[in-house]
């Protein structure tokens, strides 16, 4: 496993922590543009996602890639993740992952 | 003065509808007569001798009537009263008392002077027997009104909540609001049928009578759902809390000699439905109790109906599903059954997307879905009850409801609650739990959910068994050819392989091995015993028998299980049976561990 460039796990609140760093994100599209996409964080933040992933794109999608602002990320990876996704979940493990439980996640 | 009664008394007290303190005293002294318990208050007749009118104390002297001090047939003076109309009676009145002192206790017999119309009741002369020949009694039957209306205007009609055993005669006016079927039983003392009606008066209270046999035959027929009825010389017992249905301390039995008649030619009432209700968030500990139950929801959502085959008697019967809500943020599903699926199920499909409130009375509480709810054949539906729980609820969910999020009953019930309250997420335990613990199931069998991982199906087992295409148990080859069921005594040309195997699971803690049978093995092994043994019989490079099994191992469940013990080479053992296998929800699961990563912590 290649563990020379982690991601962190974050919704739309922790991306800022993570200005020039590599981040994983599931959102919620809600609009895609040429070279971006518009979408919804988990803790119902709007980020955009620069890049242009391969259409067709399901409801929910992950991204990794490097944190530009608090609220962009330049995406490398993109994932469809589908249409019915636990967004809740989502947003407790990126809670606990950057939180007190950080030291389990790389 | 201290032994008698205000002359004209009843007649002052109509004169002047009300006396409170500060008014000038007339000093009215009346007798008690008809001395009784209403609830938690007491009714009775004041008699000055001339009037009666209907009276009722207080309940704070309550404890003046218990002590003694205010006796039946004793006097009464009237310090502060109103006089108020008998709703749909405009011609009778009753006062109602607020203050007063008592007299002189019991007087040895009712004070009566000579009988004179008024607007109380008219006091008749206990008994009177006027000596007539037959066929002039004939001639006044006849001549006179129905009988129900005379028993009506002969006799004061008791509210249903006022009868017990220890009372003499009583006529009680109610409405059949259920009838059940005419059932015959065998015992030792011999076989007999009987049947039973709920009865609802005015005030809605419910009482069951119960009819045996010859009474059961007679009245059978009288009892028509919905129809008013007159009702006397029944006897009352204590209700058998095992097989109450209605709210009431005692139930009634009718026999040959009670009375009863259709209530014809009488303004009707319509009983209003009294309903005992529990929160959504309430219902885990209903779940597989005999107790019936009402509740009142905001309609989240109305199935079409579809046709489910009763499995004793294989007809196909209609039903529906429901999804209610209310202020607890929960949702329950109710099966509507039979009628109420067609019937009032269309009516609230069409109207679903207004999110009316109902309530329904009676339903049962089953562990299907976590808990759920399902009709019986009394149960009642009411939409948009005209009463105070629906108007709160519906502003609830017009203001707020709406735009919360609701879960379903089953799936979040905190495993904190009662020990009636059984989900697959709330009794979860891990393997551990199970094998740790060798005691577990003495008693009688104890239930729990695990999520398991399939680790081992052993392929040289004996995994099914021959069984009847109709019953299901074990068949044996006939002497010539086919199949004799012992159990249905007969003899069939094929017969099916039912699964009963032992698998061996695990988890992060441990591993068992299960009992699985047929349906749940079928769930596991991902198909049926026939065709896996189809499969055996193949022969070839590949085993399809062995990838089968292969397929099934290491894959995970959600597994409803029993514990219990057996005695196995005079050795007690740990016998775990699978009752119910279902594919793992994610989702759900990993709110359940987040629910537990959050439990640890507080606990740290």
């Known amino acids: 496993m290649d563990t020379s460039s982690p991601a962190a796990f974050v919704n739309g609140a922790l991306l800022r922590r993570y200005i020039g760093q590599k981040v994983r994100a599931v959102i919620q599209v809600i609009r895609s543009d040429v070279g971006s996409v518009i979408g919804k964080s988990t803790d119902d933040q709007q980020i955009v996602v620069k890049g242009s992933p391969q259409p067709p794109l399901t409801t929910y999608l992950e991204v990794i890639g490097i944190a530009e602002t608090d609220n962009t990320i330049r995406a490398e990876v993109w994932t469809n993740f589908g249409d019915s996704f636990d967004v809740q979940n989502y947003n407790e493990l990126c809670k606990l992952a950057n939180g007190e439980f950080r030291h389990l996640f790389i | ?604």
């Open chain 2, 1 to 604: 003065m201290e032994n008698s009664v205000t002359q004209d008394g009843i007649a002052t007290v109509l004169a002047n509808q009300s006396l409170d303190s500060s008014s000038v005293r007339p000093e009215i002294v009346v007798q008690v007569v008809d001395l009784k318990p209403a609830g938690n208050r007491y009714t009775f007749s004041a008699n000055d001798g001339k009037m009666k009118i209907k009276a009722m104390l207080p309940a704070t002297l309550t404890s003046d009537i218990i002590s003694g001090k205010i006796q039946n047939l004793g006097l009464i003076r009237l310090l502060e009263y109103t006089v108020n109309d008998i709703p749909g009676k405009s011609e009778e009145k009753y006062m109602l008392i607020t203050k007063c002192e008592a007299v002189a206790s019991a007087l040895d017999s009712e004070i009566k002077a000579e009988i004179k119309a008024s607007t109380g009741i008219m006091l008749k002369p206990k008994h009177e027997f006027v000596a007539k020949s037959a066929s002039q009694i004939i001639n006044e039957q006849r001549g006179n009104a129905a009988p129900a209306a005379r028993m009506a205007m002969t006799r004061r009609v008791h509210p249903l909540v006022s009868l017990n055993p220890y009372q003499g005669s009583w006529t009680i006016k109610v409405r059949v609001t259920n009838k059940g079927v005419m059932r015959t039983y065998k015992n030792a003392r011999g076989e007999g049928c009987v049947f039973n009606v709920e009865l609802t008066d005015e005030e809605g209270t419910q009482i069951q009578a119960t009819m045996f046999n010859a009474a059961a035959r007679k009245f059978y027929d009288r009892f028509e759902m919905g129809k008013v009825y007159y009702i006397s010389r029944g006897s009352l017992k204590l209700a058998n809390k095992q097989f109450k249905t209605v709210q009431n301390d005692y139930e009634m039995t009718l026999n040959e000699n009670s009375e009863v008649e259709e209530a014809s030619n009488e303004e009707m009432f319509t009983p209003e439905t009294k309903f005992n209700f529990v929160p959504i968030d309430e219902l885990g500990t209903y779940v597989n109790q005999k107790d019936l139950i009402d509740v009142i929801g905001v309609v989240q959502s109305v199935s079409p109906t579809m046709s489910i085959r009763r499995k004793n008697d294989n007809e196909m019967i209609p039903k529906r599903d429901i999804t209610l809500a209310d202020e607890t943020k929960k949702t329950v599903v109710v099966s509507l059954w039979n009628d109420l699926a067609t019937g009032i199920g269309q009516e609230l499909l069409d109207m679903a997307d207004n999110h009316p409130v109902i309530a329904i009375k009676s339903l049962k509480v089953g562990a299907f879905q976590g808990v759920s709810l399902s009709t019986i054949s009394r149960s009642n539906v009411v939409i948009n009850p005209n009463s105070p729980e629906a108007t709160k609820l519906k502003s609830w969910y017009d203001a707020e409801g709406k735009e919360t999020s609701m879960s379903a009953i089953g799936s979040g019930m905190s495993s904190s609650a009662n020990n009636g309250s059984r989900s697959m997420y709330s009794d979860r335990v891990f393997l551990s739990h199970i094998t740790s613990n060798p005691s577990l199931g003495e008693e009688k069998p104890v239930f729990f959910s695990t999520r398991a991982y399939i680790s081992f199906i052993k392929p040289d087992q004996t995994m099914w068994y021959r069984a009847c295409k109709t019953c299901n148990k074990k068949v044996t080859e006939a002497m010539d050819s086919g199949y004799w069921c012992e159990s249905c005594q007969k003899k069939d040309q094929e017969c099916s392989l039912r699964y009963i195997m032992a698998v061996k699971v695990s988890d992060s803690t441990g591993e068992t091995w299960l009992s699985a049978f047929n349906d749940e093995a079928e769930k596991i092994i991902g198909c049926t015993a026939d065709d896996l043994n189809d499969l055996k019989s193949e022969e070839g490079e590949v085993n399809e028998f062995q990838t089968k099994l292969k397929e099934a191992t290491w894959s995970s469940h959600l597994f409803r299980i029993s514990v219990s013990q057996q005695e196995y080479n005079s050795e007690k053992r740990q016998r775990i049976t699978v009752r119910g296998v279902s594919p793992i929800d994610f989702a759900a699961e990993t709110r359940l561990l987040l629910q537990d990563i959050s439990k640890n912590k507080t606990s740290q």
